[in-house]
């Protein structure tokens, strides 16, 4: 069985996706950014950077328990603990495995700050929100350009698909128009068609705040974010 401990986000949506696209089964544990559970000491045994997700495998690769952070490593060992969504040759594993460090490096710390400044800054910065809505579309035309060569990143549907798809779904907030990037639509809508992918985004669905309070924006943004813990 497998303890899952997450919030429903971008990086989030990725496990939930990947655990229902594998058939695992898992127990979901709600942590609470908003409310600061990342900060726990029993969460943060778990995962250090006190960021979700998180997951603990009571049945690990040498039968005894292994607990993961970082979504990406996270969805490299349910690749390996299953023999799904990650190419068996050498070849095909590193073309998935570098579009799914595109995500990682790029698509996520990127796009999240796009999303950051034009959405959630106490104050307008119009470089800042220059800066990363450019990038944003940048990275869009990277994406678009590969999905105009293959009908997935990896060739096949992959693990490199499932990290990505989750950041795209809030294209409007990171100032992108998905119209202008066909092949990038093209390829979200076959991904929203899923069943799979559509059970994972109703993991924990009901949780999420249509708005951030004060309190909220402080344990995200502010000091409490950044505080040695």
């Known amino acids: 069985m497998i303890d899952l401990y997450s919030w429903p986000t971008p990086n989030g949506h990725k496990v939930h996706i990947m655990l229902e696209e594998c058939s695992l089964p ?3 544990h709600a942590v609470d950014i908003g409310a600061g559970d990342q900060f726990s000491p029993q969460f943060l045994a778990i995962s250090p950077n006190n960021k979700i997700p998180a997951i603990v495998d009571s049945e690990g690769p040498d039968g005894s328990p292994i607990s993961l952070f970082e979504s990406g490593a996270i ?11 990650l190419p068996q040759t050498h070849r095909d594993r590193h073309v998935a495995l570098q579009w799914l460090m595109f995500q990682m490096g790029h698509i996520g710390p990127m796009l999240g700050q796009a999303h950051h400044f034009r959405q959630y800054a106490p104050e307008r910065i119009e470089y800042a929100i220059d800066r990363y809505t450019r990038e944003a579309g940048r990275l869009y035309g990277v994406m678009d350009r590969r999905l105009g060569e293959a009908e997935y990143f990896a060739g096949d549907y992959s693990i490199a698909d499932i990290a990505i798809y989750p950041w795209t779904r809030s294209h409007q907030n990171q100032g992108v128009d998905l119209a202008q990037y066909a092949n990038v639509q093209r390829w979200q809508r076959v991904i929203s068609a899923r069943p799979a992918v559509q059970r994972g985004l109703e993991v924990l669905k009901d949780r999420r705040r249509a708005a951030l309070d004060e309190r909220s924006r402080e344990v995200l943004f502010g000091a409490t974010q950044t505080a040695r813990h």
């Open 75 to 85: 969805l490299v060992y349910l690749a390996a603990k299953t023999g799904l969504l």
């Open 26 to 28: 898992y127990r979901v």
